[in-house]
């Protein structure tokens, strides 16, 4: 199956509220090759065990299309200040260093999302990433 998706299950890390708005992004990973996926994997094993602990998550999922190296990330956060605060922490903030140089170019999208739509499907996710760029999901 060379061109099968593999979903990792939806990961909830605290409960959403129903009658509250939250912060949905979508990330769009592409590696330029695939000498570089056990160092990817590796590091996604430390940012998983990261997002375990991190306060402001609500919940998350990855995607990969591992033959054609291609991997996207779908997550849920109480706001835009808990996103950041991730981004900016380790393991994170050195995976961006170490595997930005073998990323082609990457894609992000964000939007508003109730509690009650959580967990997100990855087929609406996708159709706002098409709308987003303008073209078909990457």
Known sequence: MRGAMVDLPWQSVHAANHQRQYLALLSYLPLKGYRKMWMFSRHVRAIRRQLAR???LIGYSLRAKLF???FWTLSVWEDNAALTAFVRNEPH?????ALGPHMDATAFVRWDVMGSDVPLSWDEAMRRSAAE?????P
């Open 68 to 70: 054609r190296h291609r």
């Open 54 to 56: 991190t306060p402001g």
């Open 93 to 97: 903030r050195m995976t961006m260093g």
């Open 133 to 137: 760029s303008g073209r078909g999901a």
